[in-house]
């Protein structure tokens, strides 16, 4: 089945500095891939996605890109803000939004 | 957009008694909800897929018998989790698939705590 890494499991940055969490999934038939941000003791709010047939994708401070040869893909945060500061988690799904395998998740720490 | 809501958002019960938590979307019809489990620090940890109208397909591992789901309608699912016991304090968080968008949506979890 489906396995889904996820690098770092921490993360701190400084405010205003950029931040990168990756993810490698092993399953290459998987065309699906959102990542949520989750705050403390809430559930997790979805922030951007991007399918199989698309390589880059973009919405304000937040990118994601896709490597589908090297079974990879990256959340890229600009301009980091101390309320950015989360638990982030990648997924992988095969059926566009059934089925989500989930990485471990990154605890990303904004300083001021 | 594309609410979840859960009810209720935090619960403590003694030892033997059943637990119901319900998870509704509120703007748009989903015929897919999962239930997931996550402990402190972890991830989320997928129990049960629910689809409306017909019986729930549950992960391996996970009891059937002990985490009840019903799906009646296309905005409505419940976990029932019957006889708890305190390994079941957990954080359990459902989600609605919106098919238009072809993606899951979040509630924002049941804090169960089992005396």
């Known amino acids: 089945g489906e396995n889904v890494e996820q690098h770092p499991s921490t993360l701190s940055v400084q405010e205003g500095d950029s931040a990168v969490i990756k993810c490698t999934y092993s399953?290459?038939?998987?065309?699906?891939f959102p990542w949520y941000k989750q705050e403390l003791g809430k559930g997790p709010q979805l922030i951007i996605d991007i399918r199989s047939n698309v390589g880059e994708k973009k919405d304000q401070r937040i990118a994601v890109t896709l490597n589908k040869t090297a079974k990879h893909f990256s959340l890229h945060i600009t301009e980091t803000q101390p309320e950015d500061s989360a638990v982030y988690f990648c997924?992988?799904?095969?059926?566009?939004?059934?089925?989500?395998?989930f990485g471990p998740g990154t605890r990303l720490s904004v300083l001021p | 957009g594309a609410v979840v809501s859960q009810h209720p958002s935090w619960v403590i019960c003694k030892s033997g008694t059943s637990v119901k938590i319900e998870c509704r979307s509120l703007d748009f019809q989903a015929t897919t909800m999962f239930w997931y489990r996550q402990f402190p620090k972890q991830s989320l940890m997928l129990m049960a897929t629910?689809?409306?109208?017909?019986?729930?397909?549950?992960e391996q591992g996970v009891e059937k018998d002990k985490f009840l789901i019903n799906h009646a309608s296309l905005t409505l699912s419940t976990l029932t989790v019957t006889s708890a016991h305190p390994e079941d304090s957990s954080f359990y968080i459902c989600?609605?698939?919106?098919?238009?968008?072809?993606?899951?949506?979040f509630g924002p979890g049941t804090r169960l705590l089992v005396l």
């Open positions: 629910s689809n409306e109208g017909s019986k729930a397909t549950y």
């Open positions: 997924a992988a799904s095969k059926n566009y939004g059934q089925n989500f395998v």
């Open positions: 399953d290459s038939a998987s065309n699906y």
């Open positions: 989600s609605a698939r919106d098919a238009g968008r072809e993606t899951q949506y």
